[in-house]
């Protein structure tokens, strides 16, 4: 004769029984994580790399992480039962700051203006900021290029930094072969970026979402292996090296007569390249927000915003969404050229260790922090991440987890960009702009 057991229906947990579980997973993980990326420090010795174990470091970070997730459970988190979670910003730090960005931006743009054409004079000027400040507007450059194929026309590419690669190969090939000024082989270099920007385009016209990340992924892979395998054109992993310098119009920054001091009856000095150089990628970088604005309020600009919102909307207006397609990637490929033409003649020396994928995330955690579609959210957020690199330089190996941890809390913060509200490109009577919230549907052109 059988018996059968009925198992009784257990107690369900209390809340110190779930937050005591879950602050025994993130400790757990946390070790995983941290004891790996901190408490192994990797260091050269004569017999070849060896590990040396830091874990008071890692157990630091660890405890620090569970007491975080802690004060969240207790004070961000805690709900009543069927209440909304609450948010990590209050609603009125929110709106207040959607309110007041428009008034801060219109008077950010001309101080922000000046002082970048008044830097290189300033008194605490020295070589290293004048170093940083241009590495920082070549980003800002490349940021308002990818801007228009992601931001303006809704194509997300992972693969920016192979035209970035084709405009400082370009004008590196150009300018030591035959000879040609810096002034000849910009243009040429961002017309030759354009062109492999429509031959990108081809193959990805019928694919969107995640299937263009990718195929965008592998033109950039392709490129860099090029480079990489082709030896006797591009030096391979040697790269090329002797790049001619930029002059003033002819006039070289050298010492001596008939350089640029020489002429203009100036103490010689070397910073007279520096500043040139600044004030040449402030312009191109002006050139590139010029451009760009004017056609968000030409016909193709507003096409590239239709495209974004929805393609077969597009369609139904009439509108070639092949011609849209290859005019954004053109586009943006172009200014990517100047950009590379620049960085080429800045360095003297370009090698394929430059164009990597991580380049392109960089540049897209730029566009997407910054507020896909805002010139002037890709300002806020060139500053911030270039020069946050620079400001936690000394952190050594904490520096990308501190990187990484204020990126999340900017996102958390505002999750369609710092500046997420977008103007109107064109308008019947008043130029109202839309706030974040029509953004995130899609609304608002």
């Not at 590196?172 to 970026?193: D, N, V, Y």
């Not at 959210?377 to 330089?393: H, N, Q």
């Not at 952190?395 to 987890?401: G, H, K, N, S, V």
């Amino acid at each position: 004769m059988s018996t059968f057991t009925v198992n009784a229906p257990t107690a369900p947990k209390s809340a110190v029984q779930r937050l005591a579980q879950d602050l025994l997973i993130t400790t757990v993980l946390s070790l995983i994580i941290f004891g790996v990326m901190v408490g192994l420090k990797t260091k050269t010795a004569p017999g070849g790399l060896v590990l040396v174990p830091e874990w008071g470091n890692a157990l630091m970070i660890v405890a620090v992480t569970v007491i975080g997730r802690l004060v969240l459970h207790l004070t961000v988190w805690r709900r009543a039962p069927g209440a909304a979670p609450r948010s990590f910003v209050p609603a009125g730090v929110a709106k207040g700051w959607s309110a007041t960005l428009p008034k801060l931006q219109k008077v950010a743009k001309p101080l922000l203006l000046g002082f970048a054409l008044v830097l290189p004079f300033l008194p605490i000027t020295d070589r290293y900021l004048l170093d940083l400040s241009i590495l920082v507007l070549t980003y800002i450059m490349l940021g308002w290029g990818l801007n228009i194929v992601v931001g303006l026309a809704g194509l997300l590419d992972l693969g920016y930094v192979a035209f970035y690669a084709v405009g400082a190969y370009s004008y590196a090939l150009l300018a030591a072969h035959f000879g040609l000024s810096f002034w000849i082989c910009l243009p040429l270099a961002g017309i030759l970026a354009a062109f492999w920007g429509i031959i990108l385009g081809f193959p990805v016209l019928r694919l969107r979402g995640d299937y263009l990340a990718i195929v965008t992924l592998a033109f950039g892979e392709i490129i860099r292996i090029v480079l990489l395998n082709w030896y006797w054109f591009t030096g391979g992993p040697d790269g090329l090296s002797g790049i001619p310098r930029p002059s003033f119009f002819g006039i070289p920054f050298s010492r001596g007569e008939g350089g640029f001091a020489d002429t203009f009856g100036l103490a010689y000095s070397s910073g007279h390249r520096m500043i040139f150089l600044y004030f040449l990628i402030l312009a191109l970088a002006l050139l590139t927000n010029f451009v760009t604005l004017r056609l968000r309020r030409l016909p193709i600009g507003r096409a590239w915003e239709a495209l974004r919102e929805d393609e077969i909307a597009c369609r139904s207006l009439g509108l070639n969404t092949t011609s849209v397609k290859l005019t954004a990637f053109a586009t943006g490929a172009m200014f990517a050229g100047f950009a590379g033409a620049f960085f080429a003649t800045r360095q003297g020396f370009i090698s394929p260790e430059s164009f990597t994928f991580v380049e392109s995330a960089l540049i897209l955690a730029i566009v997407v922090l910054g507020g896909m579609g805002s010139q002037m959210g890709v300002v806020i957020a060139s500053i911030a991440l270039i020069g946050g690199f620079e400001v936690f330089r000394e952190a050594e190996q904490y520096r990308m987890l501190i990187f990484g941890l204020a990126m999340v809390l900017i996102m958390i913060w505002r999750p369609r960009g710092l500046v997420s509200g977008r103007d109107p490109s064109i308008f019947l009577k008043k130029k109202k702009s839309v706030s974040s919230d029509l953004v995130s549907q899609g609304e608002g052109h």
